[in-house]
């Protein structure tokens, strides 16, 4: 694992500021705690849209990176296609190396 996102992430989940699996996003996000949410690309169509429109629904931004459930799985020995980061000092960092990296764009809402 040499993608500093992906190491980003894995720091994340050991500081405890990771929500995985579409039951723990949906709560993150309507209780207000999930800063930045986060679908892999192999994610099915239902989920991103019902993750996305929740996160619309309470202003929080959404990403789609080129990751699968597989890196995800690698990355964090969590498989996932939705996560949220809840923390707002680890979510401008992922936004910053999503951008710089090329691994992720904004989903416009």
């Known amino acids: ?7 980003l ?19 993150a996000i309507n209780s207000g705690k999930a800063k930045l949410c986060i679908i892999c690309s192999d994610a099915s169509e239902r989920l991103s849209d019902e993750i996305s429109g929740l996160a619309k629904a309470h202003n929080k931004t959404v990403y789609d990176v080129k990751y699968t459930m597989l890196d995800i799985k690698q990355a964090l020995s969590f498989k996932a296609a939705v996560f949220t980061v809840d923390d707002e000092g680890f979510a401008k960092s992922l ?4 951008n710089e990296n090329q691994s992720g764009e904004e989903r416009i809402l």
Do not use: E, P, T, W
């Open 1 to 7: 694992m040499n993608d500093s996102v992906l190491n």
């Open 95 to 98: 936004i910053a190396k999503l």
């Open 9 to 27: 992430l894995g720091l994340c989940r050991r500081a405890g500021r990771l929500s995985l699996g579409h039951d723990a996003c949906k709560q």
